[in-house]
């Protein structure tokens, strides 16, 4: 069964650094989309992206992320200069188009540690 | 916005007996309204979802029960086995853009005594 996959796995990284986390959605999806856990609590929605440009984002979306879709194949999330407060586990999910099919498929996440 | 509360946050059962798992949200433009199991350190996988337009849907020992007007919706877990304890979130789709994001309720740790 196709699953979404991302890398990498851990990431660590300091405090006003770079990040880029990149995801593999599944290959005949349209629809996709970043959420973030951090340690303990919900999974809280980032941003979602159709037709190369952003559907929806969140209020945790601000300036420092941009999204991106690079190739016909990868996905990915840039955070510009990381806070502490970016540390979280971030999950990758896609969906294909129409009714009524709304499932989303995660990936297995990108712990992400800013130090 | 929309918004997703559930309780309990965790809920303690003996095998072999039911879980409930209770979920409201705001929008009453919800229309789908999805669970998701979370074992430790993995990705939340979805175990089973409802659309608006039906109250109940059933799948071998798991079932959901949507009630639109009071916008609330539940998880019914029967013959509970060591293996299904686990965080469950659920969610509840809003609308925009063509296809809406998930808002998720904060969780409930599920364990499962043998």
């Known amino acids: 069964e196709p699953e979404v996959t991302q890398t990498p796995s851990h990431q660590v990284t300091q405090m006003g650094q770079e990040v880029i986390l990149r995801c593999v959605p599944i290959?005949?999806?349209?629809?996709f989309y970043w959420y973030r856990q951090i340690l303990g609590q919900k999974v809280e929605f980032l941003v979602s992206?159709?037709?190369?440009?952003?559907?929806?984002k969140s209020e945790i979306f601000d300036d420092q992320f941009s999204v991106e879709r690079p190739d016909g194949s990868n996905f990915t999330l840039k955070i510009r200069s990381t806070k502490l407060e970016d540390s979280a586990m971030y999950f990758c999910a896609s969906s294909t188009t129409g009714n009524p099919s709304y499932e989303q498929y995660f990936g297995p996440g990108t712990r992400l540690t800013v130090t | 916005g929309e918004n997703v509360e559930q309780h309990p946050s965790t809920l303690s059962v003996q095998e072999g007996d039911s879980a409930v798992i209770k979920c409201t949200y705001s929008?009453?433009?919800?229309?789908?309204f999805p669970w998701y199991k979370q074992e430790l350190g993995k990705r939340p996988q979805l175990i089973i979802d409802?659309?608006?337009?039906?109250g109940e849907k059933k799948d071998q020992r798991i079932a959901v029960t949507l009630n639109k007007t009071a916008k609330h919706f539940s998880l019914h877990i029967t013959e509970t086995q060591p293996e299904d304890s686990a965080v469950y979130f659920c969610a509840a789709r809003t609308h925009g853009g063509s296809q809406g994001n998930l808002i998720f309720g904060k969780g409930t740790k599920l364990s499962v005594k043998p």
């Open positions: 992206f159709y037709n190369n440009e952003i559907s929806e």
């Open positions: 929008d009453s433009a919800s229309n789908y």
């Open positions: 409802i659309r608006s337009n039906v």
């Open positions: 290959s005949n999806h349209l629809y």
